[in-house]
């Protein structure tokens, strides 16, 4: 079958399209034929050693699809379920074996596209706002880069949830995306010279309670600047790169400041925990409370242009490989 191998760590030119084996499920474990994987930075970090993973490997670490094969041992899912899943690398591919127990069904509303597109930042959402800092109604919240998959599906949620967003985004027609989305406020990070002295002038000169933080390096420093006394930083990405070492005084001299850095992996630890946050981001889908914007879709062959877009910051909304050519062919007719 083909897949996306990677040899070794590097830019987007390591992710070399490849002739590999058919994967065979063990115990407990099934194969899936992959109809969309959502392009993540996770994705990125593992491309770049950041996170290691041993070579070679598949990338992707979230797809939909069909059970076309089970192992022994399997009491989840049977052949021909519809499934969703997250955080099992090796999506970029024809087929992938999955522990059958990290496979989520799909609802028959919910298609392949969607699933792949809002489950891990759905459920990275639903984690952030409800259980890393429970967001509570009159809360005035920072999002960075509010105009991408997962700033959209923060800033839409917390609109729900009674709170008021201050974006930040890189260009004009970003900030308009995050507008739509429900942001309050929208700074452009390259017109400002002092980020946190502007969110404060949008607060009233006050600091906020919290700051989502998917950036990283580039917005650490001004994530911290502005927050109140006692506020929360939840770092929950570095897509500008990793945060430098830094002495955790600085959190007492900001006002006993609190750092999070979570994980979706241990919001999502046992299955129970998996089903109930997907039944929420599948009920939210389906109540228009979250409104997924697949903005691109990408053949196997172009993976590597998909996270030269998604790092250059060229895109908003959701991106997706389709290892199926001729069906995104097909969509792609149906689109023009």
Do not use: C
């Not at 192992?71 to 992938?96: C, H, I, L, S």
């Amino acid at each position: 079958m083909r897949a996306i191998q990677v040899y070794e760590v590097g830019g987007p030119e390591v992710l070399r399209e490849a002739e590999v084996d058919q994967p065979q499920p063990g115990p407990g474990e099934a194969v899936v034929e992959v109809a969309a994987s959502g392009v993540n930075f996770l994705d990125v970090y593992h491309r770049e050693g950041r996170y290691s993973l041993p070579l070679p490997f598949t990338p992707g670490a979230e797809g939909a699809g069909t059970v076309v094969e089970v192992g022994p041992d399997v009491a989840d899912v049977a052949v021909g379920d519809r499934v969703g899943w997250v955080e099992t690398p090796g999506t970029y591919a024809e087929r992938a074996v999955v522990d059958s127990s990290r496979l989520v069904p799909l609802p028959d509303d919910i298609d392949f596209e969607t699933a792949a597109a809002v489950l891990l930042q759905g459920m990275t959402a639903h984690y952030l706002v409800k259980d890393a800092y429970p967001v509570q109604g009159g809360d005035t919240v920072l999002v960075h880069a509010a105009a991408g998959g997962m700033g959209l599906l923060l800033t839409q949620l917390i609109t729900q949830l009674g709170g008021r967003v201050i974006g930040t985004t890189s260009t004009t027609a970003k900030a308009e995306l995050a507008k739509r989305a429900g942001a309050a406020e929208v700074i452009l990070s390259s017109a400002v010279d002092d980020l946190a002295a502007e969110v404060r002038r949008l607060n009233g000169g006050q600091g906020l309670p919290v700051v989502f933080d998917g950036v990283g390096a580039h917005t650490f420093d001004a994530s911290l600047a502005s927050l109140r006394p006692r506020g929360h930083l939840v770092l929950f990405g570095a897509a500008s790169g990793a945060v430098p070492p830094f002495d955790p005084i600085r959190l007492a001299h900001g006002g006993s400041l609190t750092l999070i850095r979570p994980s979706l992996g241990d919001f999502i630890a046992d299955r129970s925990e998996l089903l109930r946050r997907a039944a929420d981001v599948f009920d939210w889908v389906r109540s228009k409370a979250l409104e997924v914007s697949v903005t691109g879709r990408y053949a196997l062959s172009e993976a590597a242009q998909a996270h030269s877009d998604l790092e250059a910051r060229r895109t908003t909304g959701k991106l997706l490989v389709i290892p199926d050519a001729a069906a995104l062919g097909r969509r792609e007719e149906t689109r023009s």
